[in-house]
């Protein structure tokens, strides 16, 4: 019988490349995110583009229609807008929600940011662009044909603007400008990785119906808005666009119009209506699919043999820290979800423990809640100066002058010169001046100017607190200006997202460790890991019951806010999972005196 030849092995395929750092890994992942995007916004594109090309009546010439070159072009255009969008998403791209203050220092950052000025022009740009080609190009419809209209029976000749035009402009921009302030104050531009995730297509299909709906809503929200404006401040609109028509060419523009607006134009309105929706439908599905790619948490470092130092290099990025969220996020799915990867870090065998991937990943968890514990300890304590420390006194060199050299010649038969030493001290009259020339810098530092620099908070406050002296309601708007407890307690709370998915590791890994540790390596830390949870739930927990004394200045609104409560759970579920799971074995476990009470409150399920 013959012997059946194996083929040969790939021996580049079967032996798994090493990754260098987590950011390559990062990187490679987001380009993987980068296709999906792409790929996923053409389909909706072509779809869109087809919808729009679609008639009642079904026959030869609606295939036509909606198979034809515009079809094409037009999915194309719509793709390009989706394009600019992510453009914008990655230019700000962050997991983090910004903090401020106040209310009032919130608006004036948001006014006064030349990145969102650029976000409104890039939307408003869009939008017109897609609407103008939607009822000219696929429409053909004459409203955008041209600027001017023949005044009927001028005597002079003159020229009118086209109040359709006009109108069409107008509801362009407050349309891009309405998406803006929603774009904003709703903080799209913040990718939320959330805890529970979907597959990617159910996410999609899921979000379709709620996307169409706001996009309908705000398209006759804007339409609404530009209705009333055109109603009320209709010559004033015209006059300006005449004004600014008249002086960039060299043609005479009536400054009222003859001929008036049709109100009645429900065919334009009916048409301007559909590419509004069109325009904020495909703002909508860009940033939505690109929440969904960006949002999804993708095992970075699995193709690669290296796997636990390089998520390690992960946890512990200083420099970018978009970069340690996918790390900390990628290790809350591990944790959780990948039984496989768990066994696979604690069958690793060392030689001494701290060098086990299980510790330093243990220890980059416990540097995490470290630090939320610090910053509650600063808002009580304030920060703690820094010891100064005492240099080292430097051993001084004396030059002698004065010193006998024996010489080898004959002293007695040479004639011996007379050689004076004087004290030259010219070496030192300068020292101190070229030392102080030395520290002036080339160029003396400029005043930093900002945009809206007379835009300042202080002056805003006086204003509105001048309002209310002059109205004799004093504190009626204290909740616009004031600095508030709530704000506050954001901001120290700012990167709660890496406190849960660092609890949530701890917590999992370990409860699972009594089944999956062989060697029992998490057994050694369960004391100081039980610690250092409840040492960081009575911090959160003293800190919203008993606020520290600076916060008696800051107006208290009697709320506590969302990102404090999801801290709480977390280290309540983490402490519940190692109770539970350890329930025979809680009387061996170490617990620091000051948490007994809170302890006995988890063993008794009272918590």
């Known amino acids: 019988m013959p012997l059946k030849s194996t083929p040969p092995v790939d021996l580049k395929k079967s032996i798994p490349r090493t990754c260098q750092t987590y950011t390559k890994a990062y990187r490679n992942v987001t380009r993987l995110k980068f296709k999906r995007y792409n790929v996923t916004l053409g389909l909706f594109c072509v779809v869109l583009a087809i919808l729009t090309r679609l008639e009642l009546s079904l026959n030869y010439s609606t295939y036509i229609n909606v198979l034809s070159f515009k079809t094409v072009l037009f999915s194309f255009l719509l793709f390009a807008v989706g394009s600019i969008i992510s453009v914008l998403r990655n230019l700000k791209f962050t997991v983090w929600e910004p903090t401020y203050s106040s209310n009032i ?9 030349t990145d969102n000025l650029f976000v409104l022009i890039v939307h408003v740009s869009t939008s017109l662009v897609i609407i103008c080609s939607y009822l000219s190009w696929i429409m053909d419809e004459k409203y955008t044909s041209s600027f001017l209209l023949k005044a009927p029976e001028h005597y002079l000749g003159a020229r009118q603007l086209n109040q359709e035009k006009i109108f069409v402009y107008l509801y362009g921009v407050i349309l891009g400008l309405n998406y803006t302030v929603g774009y904003l104050s709703n903080r799209t531009f913040v990718v939320k990785i ?21 996009s309908v809503l705000k398209a006759l929200w804007s339409f609404a808005y530009t209705f009333g404006l055109f109603i009320f401040c209709n010559g004033s609109i015209y006059y300006f666009v005449a004004r600014i028509f008249g002086s960039y060419y060299s043609k005479r523009v009536l400054d009222s119009p003859i001929v008036g607006f049709r109100w009645s134009n429900i065919h334009l309105f009916l048409r301007l209506f559909v590419a509004g929706i069109l325009t904020i439908t495909t703002f909508n599905l860009a940033n939505r699919i690109y929440d969904v790619a960006y949002s999804y948490t993708l095992p970075y470092t699995d193709p690669y043999a290296n796997q636990f130092e390089c998520l390690l290099q992960g946890l512990s990025e200083k420099e970018n820290d978009n970069i340690k969220a996918a790390a900390f996020s990628e290790l809350a799915l591990l944790s959780t979800k990948r039984p496989d990867k768990r066994k696979e870090l604690f069958n690793i065998v060392v030689n001494e423990l701290q060098e086990s991937y299980w510790y330093k990943i243990m220890t980059q968890c416990l540097l995490v809640m470290e630090d939320l514990c610090t910053k509650i300890d600063i808002e009580y304590n304030g920060v703690r100066p820094a010891v100064a420390l005492t240099p080292a006194a430097k051993s001084i060199k004396q030059n002698i002058s004065n010193r006998l050299k024996f010489s080898n010649e004959p002293v007695c038969t040479t004639a011996q010169k007379k050689q004076i030493y004087h004290d030259d001290r010219t070496s030192s009259v300068f020292s101190e001046a070229s030392e102080l020339a030395e520290d002036i810098p080339g160029r003396l530092p400029q005043p930093k100017m900002e945009p809206f620099i007379w835009l300042q908070k202080s002056i805003v406050v006086d204003m509105i607190k001048s ?19 709530l704000r506050r307690m954001q901001t120290v709370f700012d990167r709660y997202q890496l406190v849960i998915w660092a609890v949530q590791s701890l917590g999992s890994l370990t409860a699972v460790s009594l089944k999956e540790d062989s060697f029992g390596f ?7 890991i039980l610690n250092s949870l409840l040492r960081c739930l009575v911090d959160v927990e003293r800190y919203v019951k008993d ?39 809680t009387d061996n476990f170490k617990v620091d005196s000051k948490y007994d009470h809170k302890w006995q409150d988890f063993l008794n399920f009272q918590e």
């Open 547 to 585: 606020s520290p004394i600076a916060y008696k200045k800051l107006l208290d609104q009697k709320m506590v806010p969302g990102e404090v409560e999801a801290v709480i759970l977390a280290l309540k579920e983490a402490i519940y999972q190692v109770t539970t799971t350890f329930n025979k074995y």
């Open 522 to 528: 998490v057994q050694n830390d369960i004391d100081g």
């Open 105 to 113: 220092a919130e608006f004036l950052s948001v006014c006064t940011c």
């Open 467 to 485: 309002l209310e002296f002059r109205f004799g309601s004093i504190g009626a708007l204290e909740p616009l200006y004031a600095d508030t407890v």
């Open 194 to 214: 959330n805890n529970v995730q979907q597959p990617f297509h159910y996410e999609i299909k899921n979000s379709l119906a709620i996307v169409l709906f706001r």
